[in-house]
């Protein structure tokens, strides 16, 4: 078994998500305005991440391989994520309605994350064990949720910036996170 | 006729998936570090664009509307499976280098969002030429921003294993940060900013 801190750091630092992978770019560029709701938002995507593999690890293990039906692993999936989504969203409005307000309107935007359906198929490439699976989806939902903040933390200062006109909101922003990700290629060769 | 033509010419320049709607932006960053990659990429998104088009403008009477975006996943995984099952029959080499940005067409924006907002309300004519139009703006898209990543970063342009031409000093010494993560955003982030400078996109 791999050491669970090298998968975690590999996965939230090293293979960053959103810069490395360029997983789940449409929030990390769309909810990145405000430093509260970006905190929502990495919470929010880091918990799917991490129900979503303890769910789809025995599906695929224990079905889909018995049944010799890999090849509908990305269907299967997908479905599983958008259930897991709709039944957490109904129990957190039920149970926890502070919760639910913090974060619920990020849910529904999650099905359609490729963060989320990205780190079950890096689990099942890797051959990941059931432990390690939910290992590196707690690291790779830490490393978006860190991105998510740094960014959005640079992105609240940049409004004051004076910039020219072409280069405002998206432009801007994409050369932020060519930088963030230069920084983060420093990791590389960590682990 | 005109519609036909209308709702075809819209995805190239004014509603580009990429520059101006910022959709599907994960493949077109994660693909384009050679020209290859975003032909083959474009190639899927296309498939499964117009097969996921014509099957929901088609069923759109049939499909109850509180149950369409699961029907809408179902189908886009399908077509997806589809492909990446012939992709790795037949273009093994391809299959290896996209990896798991295959399946993660699925979680593609550009259709989902196609087959929600267009083709679920109109007629199958014009959403085989909303599907053409959005699918080839976003080949558009990917090769400019992958034959520039790949020129800068390798010195030289290839196609499908043959050079086309190749920088005298800079295949030598090529820019690597343009094939890192980091190049990607960059070149897609002054490309913005020069599109909205020149007037081919409107500032937001």
Redesign the interface.
């Known amino acids: 078994m791999t050491n669970p801190l090298a998968i975690f750091i590999g996965m939230a630092l090293i293979n960053n998500f959103v810069l490395v992978k360029f997983l789940g770019l449409c929030p990390f560029f769309g909810v990145s305005k405000k430093l509260s709701n970006a905190l929502s938002m990495g919470l929010a995507v880091t918990f799917v991440m991490f129900a979503a593999s303890a769910v789809i690890w025995p599906i695929h293990n224990y079905i889909l391989v018995n049944l010799n039906a890999e090849y509908l692993s990305t269907v299967v999936y997908i479905l599983v994520i958008a259930t897991l989504v709709q039944i957490m969203e109904l129990v957190i409005m039920r149970t926890n309605y502070a919760l639910y307000s913090a974060f619920g309107i990020y849910l529904a935007l999650i099905t359609t994350n490729c963060a989320v359906l990205g780190v079950t198929l890096v689990n099942t490439s890797e051959g990941f064990n059931f432990i390690e699976s939910l290992v590196s989806a707690l690291g790779a939902g830490t490393g978006f949720a860190l991105v998510l903040v740094i960014m959005s933390g640079i992105r609240e200062r940049l409004d004051n910036a004076r910039l020219p006109k072409s280069m405002k909101g998206l432009p801007v922003a994409f050369l932020v996170a060519a930088l963030l990700g230069l920084a983060f290629s420093g990791f590389s060769g960590m682990v | 006729m005109a519609n036909w033509i209308k709702e075809f010419v819209k995805g190239l320049v004014l509603s580009n998936p990429i520059f101006v709607m ?2 599907g ?3 077109a ?2 693909v384009t570090n050679s020209l290859d990659n975003a032909i083959g990429m474009s190639g899927a998104v296309i498939f499964v664009l117009l097969c996921s088009n014509v099957l929901v403008s088609l069923l759109r009477t049939w499909v109850a509307n509180i149950v369409r975006i ?1 029907t809408f ?2 189908i886009i ?2 077509f ?2 589809i492909i ?2 012939t992709f790795e029959a037949y273009v093994p080499a391809l299959y290896q280098s996209l ?2 940005y295959l ?2 067409i ?4 550009i259709i ?1 969002g196609r087959a929600e907002a267009f083709a679920s309300r109109n007629r199958i004519s014009l959403a085989v030429a909303d599907a053409l139009g959005m699918g080839i703006g976003f080949m558009l898209a990917t090769c400019i921003i992958s034959s520039i990543r790949e020129t800068l970063g390798s010195g030289e342009l290839a196609l499908f294993g043959n050079t086309l031409f190749s920088i005298p000093v800079l295949n030598e010494h090529p820019i690597s ?1 343009f094939l ?7 070149v ?3 490309l ?3 599109f ?2 020149v007037g081919l996109i409107k ?2």
């Open positions: 910022a959709l932006l994960c493949p960053l994660a699961p996943i179902v995984a399908t997806v499976t990446s099952l990896g798991i399946p993660l699925v979680v593609n924006c989902l940060l890192l993560p980091a190049g990607a955003f960059l897609i982030g002054l913005l900013a020069f909205r400078r500032n937001d």
